[in-house]
């Protein structure tokens, strides 16, 4: 197994519906470290590392999002795992 990193930007109706705790449930069940935040201008970016094949997993739920979500975009990016968390949370 290899580990990764993967940046994501979710865009659509994914602020005020619960988005970043979905997210922070999902990463933590998948054994994933990192982060989820509000953007300005009304996305939500997550931040996380772990196994790629983890991380795949995640990316594929992040294009349906929690029940009262209208995902209509994700734009990932992969690089190289660094080790920088040790949990996974919301930040601001």
């Keep these: 197994m290899s580990k990764a990193r993967l940046h994501v930007t979710v865009h659509g109706r994914v602020q005020g519906v619960g988005f970043r705790y979905w997210v922070v449930e999902q990463a933590q069940r998948l054994d994933l470290t990192g982060w989820v935040r509000n953007l300005p201008g009304r996305e939500v970016e997550v931040l996380a590392e772990g196994e790629r094949v983890d991380l795949e997993q995640l990316l594929e739920r992040l294009k349906d999002g929690p029940l009262m979500a209208r995902v209509t975009d994700v734009d990932a990016d992969w690089s190289d795992y ?10 601001w």
């Design 82 to 91: 660094r080790g920088d968390f040790d949990r996974f949370g919301v930040t």
